[in-house]
């Protein structure tokens, strides 16, 4: 009668399941995350209640506990979560469900043979989120708020090795904007720093959130797109040119047109490094600036033709 | 302390124990292909007592001083307590993230693959150590426990031994297995190291086993 009372007190949830994963446990932390009363969950199979949890992974980790008495670790950083329980922190809304690590071994019975699986279940929420705080603020640019290059660097290292893995399409864009040092000049650089804020809200908001975009140094700036090919690619650039130059941007009472120039270049057997891919797009940066600004060139081809309004 | 002849393995019992390693190994990986389709091999164990202040220099000469590799520690303890380390040779998570990823491609799509390297290694690593382990354990009438996997990814063999692992005056008994994934190259090996205070029960379990066959 000791143990029930320790595990209503426990600050994790605690479930117990027998060999046929009908919940024979239900702990009081459990009742409270879940909503689900002990009462009404005891002795019914745990499909019934999480079928998201009749998945392949969570399938293998019965049959090792069972099969091999073996201890389970779902880390957080890989699981997030086991049961999709609503986060109980206010700190913060990023975490649409409670972050979860939690523990699955076996119980032995009397002759030592394994009759029971008990997952732990602990709410690490409030740390996942400081994690995730820190890692943002090492990862974003603090004027604009997208990525910094640091993070364009990781991250393209890794698309390039995804897209090899996977053989996806992968396509990196390069701008720049078009006479921003004229800009800054006559405005002030506090305009330059709202038109940098503005410019780059406005091609974050016609990219996709797959995509990432981060400012790569002074007025250019860099987009990678996954999944993506040249043609696509270059529909993408063609459109976010004519938004920024069909923009009006203005601020302290000033009102200025701003273009952009664009490089395109994607992964292609010769091109598989992060260096060879940004030094392509830049190439067809400088060849898009020296053909007269406010326009497309893809690696190694000509400029794009503006294609109709859509 | 125990007294010096009682924490010293003979060589007899150093035989038993390679004997009761390469059964526990083989039932080891029959569960794995059983239970998970994972389908490794192991090869016979190699089993000696060294002081552990040489552990640096064993793993050295076992790994070879520059190359780089991936490590998943975990601690168990039961009646005798010890470390089990996966060495994996690098580029084996790319490896492994396959043989995890074919029941579900879209499982890892959006991880970065550090945490996906790591994810990987931390979840085969706890099965094959949990079913190595456990397997032995079995066979010696105990129950272990173990604590949650810790991955090093990337290191030389300098890195690979905690300094606080082990007192340096003490000995450590080693039981060092290659092994590889079947049909994957993936390749490398389980290390288990007890330490001198586990000797004295390991003799006597040693000596219990044997008693079934006499």
């Not at chain 1, 395109?264 to 490094?273: G, H, S, Y």
């Not at chain 2, 604590?147 to 000995?171: G, K, T, Y």
Request: a negative charge; charged letters at 25%.
């Amino acid at each position: 009668m000791i143990f029930p009372q320790v595990s209503d007190i426990l600050d994790i949830g605690i479930v117990i399941l027998d060999r046929d994963l009908k919940v024979f446990t239900w702990n009081r932390w459990m009742e409270r995350h879940s909503g689900i009363a002990a009462e009404r969950i005891i002795g019914q199979p745990l499909f019934d209640f999480f079928p998201e949890l009749d998945n392949p992974r969570f399938l293998r980790s019965c049959r090792c506990v069972v099969g091999l008495g073996n201890l389970y670790f779902f880390s957080q950083k890989l699981h997030h979560y086991l049961f999709p329980f609503k986060p109980v922190s206010t700190l913060d809304k990023r975490f649409p469900f409670m972050q979860q690590s939690c523990n699955m071994g076996p119980i032995r019975d009397e002759n030592g043979a394994i009759a029971y699986i008990c997952i732990t279940v602990r709410d690490v929420t409030d740390i996942a989120v400081y994690e995730q705080r820190l890692i943002e603020m090492n990862m974003k640019d603090g004027l604009t708020g997208i990525y910094n290059r640091r993070f364009l660097n990781t991250r393209l290292r890794e698309e390039i090795n995804r897209t090899r893995r996977y053989r996806n399409a992968l396509s990196l864009l390069m701008f720049d904007l078009d006479h921003f040092k004229v800009v800054n000049d006559t405005y002030g650089h506090l305009f330059g720093d709202y038109i940098l804020q503005a410019v780059t809200a406005l091609i974050g908001s016609l990219i996709r959130s797959t995509d990432v975009l981060a400012r790569y140094g002074g007025e250019e700036f860099c987009c990678i797109l996954p999944e993506t090919d040249m043609n696509q690619a270059a529909v993408i650039a063609e459109r976010c040119r004519r938004t920024v130059e069909a923009n009006l941007f203005h601020s302290q009472g000033i009102a200025v047109h701003i273009t952009i120039s664009m490089g395109v270049a994607q992964v292609v057997d010769e091109i598989d490094t992060p260096e060879k891919l940004i030094d392509q797009a830049d190439q067809a940066l400088y060849a898009a600036k020296k053909g007269g600004r406010n326009r497309v060139v893809l690696s190694g081809a000509s400029e794009v033709t503006p294609v109709a309004a859509d | 302390m125990p007294d010096h002849q009682e924490s010293i393995i003979s060589s007899d019992e150093i035989d038993i124990l390679q004997e009761i390693m390469n059964i526990a190994f083989g039932k080891a990986s029959a569960d794995l292909a059983e239970y998970i389709d994972i389908f490794i091999k192991l090869s016979v164990p190699d089993v000696r007592m060294i002081p552990a202040a040489q552990l640096p220099s064993y793993f050295a000469e076992m790994v070879g001083e520059r190359e780089r590799v991936s490590i998943v520690e975990q601690k168990f303890w039961g009646k005798f307590n010890g470390y089990a380390l996966l060495v994996f040779t690098s580029g084996a998570e790319s490896e492994l993230i396959s043989i995890l990823s074919c029941e579900d491609p879209d499982l890892f799509r959006d991880e970065p693959i550090d945490d996906l390297a790591k994810g990987t290694l931390m979840e085969i690593g706890n099965i094959v150590v949990g079913a190595c382990v456990g397997k032995i354990a079995e066979l010696l009438n105990d129950v272990m426990a173990y604590s949650p996997p810790v991955v090093l990814l990337e290191r030389s063999v300098a890195d690979i031994i905690p300094d606080d692992m082990f007192n340096s005056a003490d000995s450590a008994v080693i039981l060092n297995a290659l092994f590889c994934f079947e049909n994957r190259e993936v390749n490398g090996m389980l290390v288990l190291l007890f330490s001198q205070a586990s000797v004295v029960w390991l003799k006597k379990a040693l000596s219990e086993f044997m008693e079934q066959y006499a």
